[in-house]
Antibody, heavy 119, light 106 residues
Framework: QVQLVESGGGVVQPGRSLRLSCAAS????????MHWVRQAPGKGLEWVAL????????YYADSVKGRFTISRDSSNNTLYLQMTSLRAGDTALYYC????????????WGQGTLVTVSS | DIQMTQSPSSLSASVGDRVTITCQAS??????LNWYQQKPGKAPKLLIY???NLEAGAPSRFSGSGSGTDFTFTISSLQPEDIATYYC????????FGGGTKVEIK
């Protein structure tokens, strides 16, 4: 069955960097676009970034553009999110998600990894 | 960017009631609209895709309708296990979510 397992979250000071990972299994990882979606504590869902199936196309929310980089490694079925210049407003549970029906119909989600930006 | 306005932000209904949530897009998104259910401490779960298609395994009491800018999500008979927050999401452009509707039992 499809599994997405995020890791790499933690407490980080403002201005520092962090890299999140999402290990995928149970489907042909190299065949599908992947996304990061985040949820601040007690708040709604916010789409963060998208990478195409082959890694050739990437899109970002305005709130993270220029600070976050999405990437993927199909040799080990892993999605990444490199986050730099972190701010308090980036504090959230970060989910990876994929759409096997269509690129942005999120039919599979991970359990999330929590990032807390605090001094 | 496409803004998604979801209402109400919360509602309280009795078991067996019909519950309706609306979502309005800031521009025409044809039918590129999905609905998710999120229970506390859990990841969102897809219920409806492309405005009106029921995801495999989702109970038939959930339904969706609409096109263009106005969409509706309905629970035909509210059950205790439906207590959750529901989100709409468009993907005509880069994805964006509505603000969510928290559904509680009266």
């Amino acid at each position: 069955q499809v599994q997405l397992v995020e890791s790499g979250g933690g407490v980080v000071q403002p201005g520092r960097s962090l890299r999140l990972s999402c290990a995928a299994s149970g489907f042909t990882f190299s065949g599908y676009a992947m996304h990061w979606v985040r949820q601040a504590p007690g708040k709604g869902l916010e789409w963060v970034a998208l990478i195409s199936y082959d890694g050739g196309t990437k899109y970002y929310a305005d709130s993270v553009k220029g600070r976050f980089t999405i990437s993927r490694d199909s040799s080990n079925n892993t999605l990444y999110l490199q986050m730099t210049s972190l701010r308090a407003g980036d504090t959230a549970l970060y989910y990876c998600a994929t759409g096997t029906t269509a690129m942005a119909i999120f039919d599979y989600w991970g359990q999330g990894t929590l990032v807390t930006v605090s001094s | 960017d496409i803004q998604m306005t979801q209402s109400p932000s919360s509602l309280s209904a009795s078991v067996g009631d019909r519950v309706t949530i609306t979502c309005q897009a800031s521009r025409d998104i044809t039918n590129f609209l999905n609905w998710y259910q999120q229970k506390p401490g859990k990841a969102p779960k897809l219920l409806i895709y492309d405005a009106s298609n029921l995801e495999a395994g989702a109970p038939s009491r959930f339904s969706g309708s609409g096109s263009g800018t106005d969409f509706t999500f309905t629970i035909s008979s509210l059950q205790p296990e439906d207590i959750a927050t529901y989100y709409c999401q468009q993907y005509d452009n880069l994805p964006s979510f509505g603000g969510g509707t928290k559904v509680e039992i009266k």
